[in-house]
């Protein structure tokens, strides 16, 4: 079974710093997929990035990137000149080529400060 | 465009009183859909997911049901509910064709179980 660990529960920014969120997983396949969620107070969660395993590149979306280390099984998320909007719960999530679940992590609470 | 709706927003029930919580997508067809749970401060559990109606599939054992009654309709019940029923409840679809894996989450409703 996949598991998806995401070693600081809590993380505070400086508005306008870089700050970089850990996720490490574990699997046995070869083709997978990878994404992170923000869920802001109100709840909503959002698809922020995703990467396909199969990619070399790392995906990139603005102020939000990737580090995806295939062989470490590393899948860090890289938020450039942090707003304060960016305050939220982050979760790193899991999918594997066979059935339908997404795994996700125990989730990153991020604090910008002003 | 499509949009996830998710009703109530929020809810107090007493144990033991029948619970029914739905989710409805729109502007696509022949979605998957899932229910979640997140307990306070905590990552997500998988509950149900639904590749077609009337086909659900259980992840944990537990006091809730799901039924897909409609292709866009997903809907969480429960006889008799209990206090560890309380959390956030989360609804989310992913597109039934093609190689898109990511998932896309309604607003969620926030049960209280008194």
């Known amino acids: 079974a996949q598991t998806v660990t995401q070693s600081q529960p809590e993380m505070s920014v400086q508005e306008a710093e870089t700050v970089t969120l850990s996720c490490t997983y574990d699997?046995?396949?070869?083709?997978?997929?990878l994404f992170w969620y923000k869920q802001p107070p109100s709840r909503q969660m959002i698809l922020v990035i995703r990467q396909e395993a199969y990619k070399q590149q790392n995906a990139t979306e603005n102020r939000f990137s990737v580090n995806f280390q295939k062989a470490a099984k590393s899948f860090s998320l890289k938020i450039s000149d942090s707003q304060l909007g960016d305050t939220a719960m982050y979760f790193c999530a899991f999918k594997g080529t066979a059935g339908n679940m997404l795994t996700f992590g125990g989730g990153t609470r991020l604090m910008v400060k002003p | 465009s499509q949009t996830i709706h998710q009703w109530p927003a929020t809810l107090v029930q007493p144990v033991g009183s029948p619970l029914s919580l739905e989710c409805t997508v729109e502007?696509?067809?022949?979605?998957?859909l899932y229910w979640y749970r997140q307990a306070a401060g905590r990552g997500l559990q998988l509950l149900f997911y639904?590749?077609?109606?009337?086909?659900i599939s259980s992840e944990v054992p537990q006091n809730l049901s799901a039924s897909r009654p409609q292709d866009r309709q997903f809907i969480l019940s429960s006889k008799k509910l209990l206090l560890s029923d309380s959390g956030f409840y989360l609804c989310?679809?992913?597109?039934?064709?093609?190689?898109?894996?990511?998932?896309?989450f309604g607003p969620g409703t926030r049960l209280t179980v008194t």
């Open positions: 502007g696509t067809s022949n979605p998957n």
């Open positions: 699997t046995s396949e070869n083709n997978y997929y």
């Open positions: 639904s590749v077609g109606i009337g086909q």
């Open positions: 989310a679809w992913k597109t039934g064709f093609g190689n898109s894996y990511e998932q896309y």
